[in-house]
Every structure is written in C-alpha cells, then in structure tokens.
C-alpha cells in the first residue's frame, strides 16, 4: 500500500502470491479513494487468492492445450494432463491412477452393453459360447 516498497521479485510461489496481493492491495486503495468505499483485510485476501488462483489455472490451462496442439490433435487427452502434472510425483501417479480406473470403468460398461445386445439379438454370451462347445465335447466322447 501506500508507503510500502514492493515485495522483491519472485522466486517462489510465495512471494508470487505475496506481490498478487501487495498489488491488489494497491488496486483496491485506488478504487476506494476514487469511488469512496472501504475494502476490509479479508475482501483484499479473497481477491487476492481468486486472482492468483485463476493465474494459475490459466496458465495451466495453456499449458495443456499447447501440448495438444504440439501433437497436432484438437482432442485434450489424459496424457497432456499427464504431461503437465509430471513435476509432482504425487499429482502424476493419482492422476494416472483415476485414468487407469475410468478406462478399466469403461471396459466393463462396453462388455455390458456388448452381452445385453448379443442377448437382445438372441446371440450366445462367450461363456455361453465356451459352455456349449465343452457340452459338445463330452457328447462326442461317450
């Protein structure tokens, strides 16, 4: 605010989130002095926080679609996320993990539909399929 020299450049996230809000601050101290209105500790906080949240999302967001372009694809898949999440261990290996969960979800969906519709259509399941040739087996044996 007034009086107060900016923080020093950035080098970490903190300090960044430090000069978001030492900036907002000054923003807000403009506006109250032109519009006359008061903006509490807490509303600079919060405006702070959402500014630097979207900062950060938008460049990450960027990020994604840069590699998907790189990829000469119009489709966002879950290896650019992948890409993008891979300087934190942790971030990657859950998101590789939900990825593999869905993926194996959609596999048993698909096997769901496939069985209901071959049972629609009066087709036997492959277990069925399986069970009838071992029936047919024993029958030739005896």
């Not at 919060?46 to 949240?53: G, H, L, N, P, Q």
């Not at 890409?83 to 596999?107: D, F, G, P």
């Not at 049972?119 to 024993?138: H, I, L």
Request: net charge positive; proline share 4%; with cysteine.
């Amino acid at each position: 605010r007034a009086g107060a020299s900016p923080p020093a450049p950035p080098c970490s996230l903190q300090r960044l989130k430090a000069a978001v809000h030492y900036t907002v601050g000054c923003l807000c101290q403009e506006v109250e002095e032109d519009k006359d209105v008061r903006f509490s500790k807490q509303s600079i906080a919060a405006i702070s926080e959402i500014t630097f949240r979207q900062c950060v999302l938008a460049k990450m967001l960027r990020s994604v679609l840069f590699s998907c372009r790189h990829a000469k694809r119009t489709t966002v898949t879950t290896e650019d996320v992948k890409l993008l999440a891979r300087r934190s261990n942790s971030l990657l290996k859950y998101i590789t993990q939900k990825s593999e969960e869905l993926a194996s979800s959609n596999m048993e969906q698909k096997e769901k539909k496939k069985k209901k519709s071959s049972v629609a259509k009066g087709e036997r399941t492959p277990a069925e399929q399986e069970a009838a040739v071992t029936e047919n087996e024993d029958s030739n044996m005896a």
